[in-house]
């Protein structure tokens, strides 16, 4: 009797197509409120004059730098009219060109770097009640860049940029090389970090303390698939207390503990590989808020220190204040006054 062969299923699965999110006022609200690797907050001062409202003659070049630096660091976004404390500063006039704030950057921005943009987006949030700290008349503007095949592009002073650490600085000769090589590295970094759940009160002799749990996302801007991603995270030691350490590494995903002088330090490994563009929450550490350690992130001495491993690419470093989070500022209000 002959055989009979089947169809062999296609594996590849059917892509879902997801409306990306609009950019509102609450969006804006409720970003993370300190500059990334893939985030950049600009003041409405970058772009115009304050006295006169003129836009600055040194403006263009000025955002040519900024968008070399992201489209070279895998994408991420700029805001126009936000603060450094990542707060709308009242926003930009909408009407800076006669065809509209919003068209001038997208004519503008295709040809700002070399070679030239593929794709970009321009968001324009304006004010959307009397609340609001969009002014009226004004908006903030997003930038959104893109992964770019066509990396490295060189900025209007023939230079080429890199978001580092949260900031853009001229690239070395080593990086222009690795960004040659993005084909074949993933390019994995941190995209968040956000406190998750409610704090904890616990007792504990010296007063009123408080553990909160922070989160880390991690993604993959890249196009090659990262089958190895770590993640090591370095907190000082005055915000770990032993209660920390012991729900940390009881959570799974932890890997191991180091401690040093001033010191502890994380690290998790990913059990799965990341995707191009595909994000996940890495990490999930506790710390301590109580008198004791008040004073530190009252004066904004909480630093948490991130190091991205992906395969063999480079590893990619960021640091957050903590003291910035609203829900840090909870706690504080809840524990006792510093000792």
């Known amino acids: 009797m002959a055989s009979r062969r ?7 699965p059917t892509p879902i197509e997801v409306e990306p999110e609009p950019w509102t006022e609450a969006r804006l609200a409720g970003l993370v409120p300190y500059e990334l690797e893939a985030q950049e907050f600009k003041g409405s001062g970058f772009v115009v004059v304050p006295a006169t409202g003129k836009i600055r003659a040194d403006f263009v070049d000025h955002l040519s730098k900024q968008v070399s630096a992201f489209v070279n660091a895998g994408g991420g976004c700029l805001f126009l009219g936000v603060d450094d404390q990542g707060q709308v500063d ?26 030239p943009l593929r794709s970009f987006d321009v968001h324009e949030v304006r004010r959307e009640s009397d609340q609001s700290p969009i002014e009226p008349g004004k908006a903030v503007y997003v930038i959104e860049l893109p992964d770019s095949e066509d990396a490295p592009h060189q900025s209007r002073d023939r230079r080429y940029y890199l978001r580092i650490a949260g900031k853009s600085r001229p690239m070395s000769h080593r990086h222009v090389l690795d960004i040659l090589q993005r084909r074949r590295d993933p390019q994995v ?53 032993s209660e920390c350490r012991r729900r940390t590494l009881e959570l799974e995903g932890a890997a191991s503990l180091q401690q040093s002088p001033g010191e502890v330090t994380y690290f998790f490994y990913s059990q799965t590989p990341l995707f ?35 395969d063999h690419a480079p590893p990619r470093e960021s640091e957050v204040n903590l003291a910035a989070y609203s829900a840090i500022q909870r706690c504080l209000r809840q524990v006792g006054p510093s000792k």
């Open 6 to 12: 089947l169809p062999i299923p296609d594996p590849t």
């Open 276 to 310: 191009p563009d595909q994000e996940q929450v890495l990490a999930t550490v506790w710390i301590a808020i109580h008198g004791h350690n008040r004073s530190h992130y009252e004066a904004g001495r909480v630093q948490l220190r991130l190091r991205v491993y992906a």
């Open 189 to 241: 970094s941190v995209f968040g970090v956000d406190p998750y759940g409610r704090p904890d009160e616990i007792p504990d002799p010296r007063g009123d303390a408080v553990l909160l749990r922070l989160r880390a996302r991690v993604g993959n801007r890249g196009r090659s698939l990262a089958q190895h991603v770590g993640l090591e995270l370095t907190l000082p030691r005055f915000a770990v207390n």
């Open 90 to 115: 009242g926003g930009l006039p909408i009407a800076l060109r006669a065809n509209g704030t919003r068209e001038w950057f997208e004519d503008i921005i295709t040809g700002i770097v070399d070679p």
